[in-house]
């Protein structure tokens, strides 16, 4: 009992903690205030649960307990009568008797991209509060050190406080300028359970869930919006093939030697179904391109080979309507597929120094290139500098045994 009660509150911490946070949170508009509470409710639920048992629905008693901590912070701090009034009214609504809340996260998700806020800090912030990131993780994420990160994240929750900020989705005049900080967050979210699939996070897999969850919200919400179907699309492309990325041995398995046959065809179906949708709204834009790139590589399960010119086209609309290193590196990676390793290596010496010393696909890349120019020399080298830079120790295992 005690060890089961103890995993259900550690998956509950994992799985609930961006839906309970978002509803503390729409009620008082103190993100601080909101994480503090929840955070004495997850250790109330590990001291409890334990000793008396699951409740039949834990989210529920949960946001009881948070609800009932702020509500004694408040009392405590002496504020106005008034003031005190009021908050109780909005904190003590009786939790629901299911376990489905109501999913609040878009509208938190939205008021961290308020024009307002830092637009540096939204995307770690929406990572933060809504997906359950620590600062350490978002700080790795964006290559900033922990306690800036802290730093920053603070500043930006007491902004919504203070300016006492609206939790509501936006008017369709304001949602453009804030989706696309919106499905960067979901994205980035996705991004950060697929790279920690070789089990150093093993909370990976339901932030995963999530940000595909929360990408239907965002397709439901705005329907005839073309790149929330980009971004849910790409994201379903890259899950239909998790199960592929590990052989039995826990070996990684690059794209180009997966088993088509582990993939998931039910979400490849429906991800070419979004790419499809989303072309009619004839409003290309950057999920759409790089869903296109993925619906490439899923073609090869049917015809048996990669279109290597195809994604080298595709890669290079990518580079032009949104340049990022990782579009280019993508890019030369095509190129040299398609046969062309000249080409390849320009597109990479193009790239600013500073930016790539760090990115280990760029040096996988340049080993794989240098190598089909014939500098076995210099290959090997950019083969250790990856190597060097690979976290994954599956990953690491193959690279070395290619050097």
């Known amino acids: 009992m005690s060890e089961t009660a103890t995993r259900a509150a550690e998956r509950a911490a994992r799985v609930s903690y961006g839906r309970i946070l978002a509803i503390l949170a729409s009620r008082t508009r103190d993100i601080a205030a909101a994480e503090d509470a929840l955070a004495e409710a997850f250790l109330a639920a590990l001291r409890s649960w334990p000793v008396h048992g699951t409740p039949d629905h834990p989210d529920a008693w949960l946001l009881t307990v948070a609800r009932n901590h702020m509500r004694n912070v408040h009392r405590h ?60 993780q978002v700080g790795r994420a964006f290559l900033v050190a922990p306690t800036t990160m802290g ?23 304001d949602m453009p300028d804030r989706l696309a900080d919106v499905m960067e967050a979901v994205y980035a979210a996705y991004g950060a359970a697929w790279d920690g699939i070789a089990g150093a996070d093993e909370a990976a897999p339901e932030l995963g869930e999530e940000a595909l969850f929360l990408g239907r919200l965002l397709v439901g919400l705005l329907p005839d919006e073309p790149e929330p179907k980009g971004l849910l699309a790409l994201m379903l492309y890259c899950e239909s093939r ?6 039995a041995d826990g070996r990684f398995v690059p794209l180009a030697a997966q088993d088509p046959r582990r993939w998931n065809a039910g979400m490849i179906v429906e991800a070419e179904g979004l790419l499809t949708a989303a072309a009619r709204n004839a409003r290309f834009g950057r999920f759409q391109c790089e869903a296109a790139i993925q619906s490439v590589h899923a073609q090869a399960a049917i015809t048996g080979r990669v279109e290597h010119a195809a994604l080298a086209t595709l890669y290079g609309l ?25 080409t390849a290596r320009a597109t990479l010496d193009a790239l600013p120094e500073r930016d790539v010393a760090g990115y280990q696909p760029y040096w996988v890349t340049r080993a794989r290139v240098l190598r089909a120019l014939g500098d076995d020399a210099a290959a090997e080298h950019a083969l250790r500098t990856a190597i060097g830079l690979t976290s994954d120790p599956a990953v690491r295992a193959f690279l070395t045994a290619r050097s």
């Open 242 to 247: 998790r199960a592929a990325r590990r052989d």
């Open 318 to 342: 990518l580079a032009a309507r949104c340049p990022s290193i990782g579009a280019s590196v993508g890019r030369a990676a095509a190129q040299c597929e398609a046969g062309q390793p000249d």
């Open 77 to 136: 701090r002496a504020v106005a009568e008034a003031a005190v009034a009021d908050l109780l009214q909005s904190t003590d609504e009786a939790a629901p008797e299911t376990d489905t809340l109501p999913d609040e996260r878009l509208k938190l998700l939205f008021v961290c991209a308020h024009p307002a806020i830092d637009p540096a800090i939204r995307t770690p912030l929406m990572l933060q509060v809504v997906l359950g990131l620590d600062a350490a």
């Open 151 to 173: 730093q920053r994240l603070v500043r930006a929750k007491a902004k919504i406080r203070d300016a006492g900020l609206r939790f509501e989705v936006p008017s369709t005049d």
